[in-house]
């Protein structure tokens, strides 16, 4: 863990304004942020309507499986058993200038962890989740790529 957080430190410049162009460390613009946030602030997890990723998905299979006759393959069962979560998972994160920002967080652990703790309830599993990411999180050096 520690050389790879090397490898990406050394790579990257670490931004503290989310405002500030990212450069790389031999000063170009780069496209690739590495943001330290000086506090997280909340962690959010609003309700979103999975009706329209699971039509997505349906059309997704429909033409995998026209695709599999025409190359006469089988469609991958993780296709089939894939499900939407309900939530999309935000932070609230403040920056050295004291602005707080709404960050997606785009992660397959966080949806695997939702998936793991479901079983337990709505509200439970929400609760685990905030726990991990939010309490657990602030206790450690942590880092955003945007």
């Known amino acids: 863990m520690k050389a790879r957080k090397k490898y990406v430190l050394r790579t990257f410049s670490i931004i503290l304004k989310i405002w500030k ?9 780069s496209s690739l942020a590495t943001f330290k946030p000086k506090e997280l602030v909340d962690f959010i997890a609003e309700p979103k309507n999975c009706q329209k990723e699971e039509s997505k998905k349906e059309e997704i299979l429909y033409n995998l499986r026209m695709q599999g006759d025409l190359i006469n393959q089988d469609i991958p069962e993780y296709w089939e058993m894939a499900q939407s979560i309900p939530f999309t998972f935000y932070y609230k994160s403040k920056d050295d200038s004291g602005d707080i920002y709404k960050l997606m967080i785009e992660d397959w652990e966080i949806m695997m962890l939702y998936r793991n703790c479901i079983k337990y309830g709505k509200e439970k599993a929400l609760h685990d989740i905030k726990k991990k990411y939010l309490e657990d999180f602030r206790k450690r050096d942590i880092y955003f790529f945007l």
């Open 21 to 29: 162009p990212p450069q790389t460390l031999n000063g170009k613009i």
